[in-house]
Nanobody, 125 residues
Framework: QVQLVESGGGLVQAGGSLRLSCAAS????????MNWFRRAPGKEREFVAG????????DYADSVKGRFTISRDNAKNTVNLQMNNLKPEDTAVYYC??????????????????WGQGTQVTVSS
């Protein structure tokens, strides 16, 4: 059974940092594009950051550029999201997701093949 399990969420003050981790099991994701999405209360799920299978190509939503960093360790089958200088508007449930797509759809919600259950991040002002 394929599983993506997120961890590392929590409550932090504005300006603080959190590191999210996504552990994959059930198969090897070394050839998958790995992504982080988030869903804030009352909003649609949105793309946050994505990473190619080799780790050589990264993409970020404009709202998190310069503050968030995505990385992966294929040997450990994990993907991480380092979040610095957090803002109250970053409050959301964060999801790890994987897709076999490597083209223009690689960061689309509809293109994801696997999803984690999500981890809550709350940033207080």
């Amino acid at each position: 059974q394929v599983q993506l399990v997120e961890s590392g969420g929590g409550l932090v003050q504005a300006g603080g940092s959190l590191r999210l981790s996504c552990a994959a099991s059930g198969r090897t994701f070394s050839s998958y594009t790995m992504n982080w999405f988030r869903r804030a209360p009352g909003k649609e799920r949105e793309f946050v950051a994505g990473l190619s299978w080799s780790g050589g190509s990264t993409d970020y939503a404009d709202s998190v550029k310069g503050r968030f960093t995505i990385s992966r360790d294929n040997a450990k089958n994990t993907v991480n999201l380092q979040m610095n200088n957090l803002k109250p508007e970053d409050t959301a449930v964060y999801y790890c997701a994987a897709t076999r797509d490597v083209g223009v759809r690689r960061h689309w919600v509809s293109a994801m093949n696997y999803w984690g259950q999500g981890t809550q991040v709350t940033v207080s002002s």
